[in-house]
């Protein structure tokens, strides 16, 4: 089955604008997760959407940051007026499982943002 | 606050040895599970193998086993016989089996190289 997508693979941007970054979790998973990673760097946790819980936001770096996600389905994560120490790849992920046992996590691809 | 802490920047192990990854992480959570993770220069991340907390025995996926020693608060991957292929970035992971999706805290990573 189709795996964790996210889109666009790449974006470049100038500083001060806004973006978008687009991820699609796989079918039936009730989790999803954003997480950043600096070049080099391990990933930092941003968000995540639980079902119809409140989101934990509590990984955002500043107000400049959100997110949303359409019930079990799409999420998007806006940055905006983007800064250039917000050049990052932003991973998402999406699990089935919750809380106790595996909850394995599964990665898309990312989006390697690139602010000039 | 969870953290987890990988003290080997990199590592180099001949084909076809063993290696081990450190990993070492903290928390006053009584319930929480460790991941690790794969990156390969392409960038995805590839979930290898998964410890609860109250497994009573250390988890073997294939050729990774992890050496769970909960006193010590240490989850050391172990790789047998390497390939050319598991050249890569590998992450540990820890995330709290709280009965709700869980995010995840990683290390910083260790670059493993292998070589002939």
């Known amino acids: 089955g189709a795996g964790v997508s996210q889109s666009p693979s790449n974006k470049v941007t100038e500083k001060g604008k806004d973006v978008e970054l687009r991820c699609d979790p796989i079918s039936g998973h009730t989790a999803l997760y954003w997480y950043r990673q600096r070049l080099g760097q391990g990933l930092e946790f941003l968000i995540y959407f639980q079902g119809n819980s409140a989101p934990d936001k509590s990984g955002l770096p500043s107000d400049r940051f959100s997110a949303e996600r359409t019930g079990e389905s799409v999420s998007t994560l806006t940055i905006q007026r983007t800064q250039q120490e917000d050049s990052a790849v932003y991973l998402c992920?999406?699990?089935?499982?919750?809380?106790?046992?595996?909850?394995?996590?599964?990665f898309g691809p990312g989006t390697r943002l690139t602010v000039l | 606050a969870q953290k987890i802490t990988q003290t080997q920047p990199g590592m180099f192990v001949q084909e076809k040895e063993a290696v081990t990854l450190d990993c070492t992480y903290d928390?006053?959570?009584?319930?929480?599970?460790l991941f690790w993770y794969k990156q390969p220069s392409s960038g995805e991340m590839i979930f290898l193998i998964y410890q609860g907390s109250y497994d009573q025995q250390n988890a073997t996926e294939g050729r990774y086993s992890l050496n769970f020693q909960k006193a010590r608060k240490s989850a050391n991957l172990v790789i047998s016989a390497s390939q050319l292929g598991d050249s890569a970035m590998y992450f540990c992971a820890m995330g709290l089996n709280t009965g709700t999706a869980s995010k995840l805290t990683f290390g910083t990573g260790t670059r493993l190289q292998v070589t002939l």
């Open positions: 928390t006053s959570d009584p319930s929480y599970g």
């Open positions: 992920a999406s699990s089935t499982r919750q809380g106790y046992g595996s909850n394995e996590q599964f």
